[in-house]
């Protein structure tokens, strides 16, 4: 099966972290939302993410640069 033909397999996210201790978690799909994965980054770390058939969101705590197919912005 080809990425481009499975539309959760094609969505990736960019995160870098700008400063220490930030925390990336994924979020499941389904009829209960929970958390099901969770990073620390520090300070110049980056992180690839990608929504999948279980991620269904992805919740960023700390400052971080976020750089996806719709553009790039800042957390706080």
């Known amino acids: 099966m080809c990425v481009m033909d499975h539309p959760?397999?094609?969505?990736?996210?960019v995160i870098k972290a700008e400063e220490n201790g930030v925390q990336v978690i994924g979020?499941?799909?389904?009829?209960?939302t929970r958390f099901h994965h969770t990073e620390k980054l520090?300070?110049?770390e980056v992180m690839?993410?990608?929504f999948t058939n279980h991620t269904s969101a992805i919740?960023?705590?700390?400052?971080?640069t976020l750089?996806?197919?719709?553009?790039?912005?800042?957390?706080?």
């Open 27 to 32: 979020l499941t799909r389904g009829q209960d």
């Open 48 to 50: 690839f993410a990608q």
């Open 8 to 13: 959760t397999g094609s969505d990736y996210i």
């Open 67 to 76: 750089i996806t197919k719709h553009g790039q912005i800042q957390s706080e």
């Open 42 to 44: 520090d300070k110049g």
């Open 59 to 64: 919740k960023i705590r700390g400052k971080a």
